[in-house]
């Protein structure tokens, strides 16, 4: 059995930096047509010419493969009326890290209902321009992602026009709050779809399923596959593939982050077929994007066959989501 995905699209990944991103960028740029690329770099992509630079490092590793990284700018309150409207051309997306939540995200916004946040999320209504949010609190870690839906509300009903992606949803909290702004999208990764907190520590401890926010219950699990097998039209798929360096997973203080960039597909293929949903597929990792953020993407075919795949230990240093597990779907050819 084969199946067709059309201009695959990854709405959430973090291709880093040097030598990491020679490595991780080419494994984006084969499969998928088009990427919304983290800011979360040291320092930030913090206004269009870091954006630019940033950019041109990506394509010089990717610009055979018929892919377009777009890239987001780091939110922070020294953004005026006039980075902004400068950004516009080049930069339609803006990524909210509240301080301390998660990788390279210290120090910076302290609150995300600040004077000055509220002016900037005005200015960028008025402008188009998409705010993307991780959204947790500093509470519990199992209670981050719920107690920040009020947020949401609130930024949601202020600024009717601005449109705004709820990040990586982990909670039945997020699927549940999705609908209740029509300005309110979500993304969903490939391993919340999958894994639980039993998962991660429920036994062994597994460095490689760490990531923020934390993979939550059962039931918060069920929410999300429910919102992707029915390719909910509020919600694209982000892969948060983040990669890390093996020595930086493996070892007392772990870095947050999986990385699944290159079997994304064929592992959502396996989770799409299993539940008899494959046709939402296209949907989830596509349409759903081309038509929230109305963009027009590279044209580019992925063929999946049903064929065991057995996901390598390693890529380069980085050890990759379900490293060593064989699969029911691989990738066939790309064109
Ligand atoms: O687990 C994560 N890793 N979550 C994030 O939000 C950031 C990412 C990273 O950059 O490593
Ligand atoms: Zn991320």
Redesign the pocket.
Known sequence: MEIQIHNPLDMHV?LRDADMMSVVAPLTSKYFSWALV?P?LVPPVMNTADAIWYRQRIESLTGNDNFTPFMTLFFHEWLTREILEKAKDHIMWIKL?PAW?????EGWVKSVLSEKAKEIFGIMEELGIVLHI?GETGDFVMDREANFMPNYLEIAKAFPNLTIIM??ITTKAAADTLDMFPNLYATITLQHLEITLDDVAGWALKPHL????IAKRYEDRDALLELALSAHPKVSFGS?S???PQHTKECPGC????FSAPISLQVLAQIFDRAGKLDNLQKFVSDNAVNIYKITPNTKTVILEKKDFVIPEKYWDVVPYRAGETIDWSIKEVK
């Open positions: 973090h983290m979360n890290y939540i998660t990788t390279n995200s991780h990040e990586h760490f990531c923020k926010p948060d983040a990669p890390h870095a947050a982050g999986v």
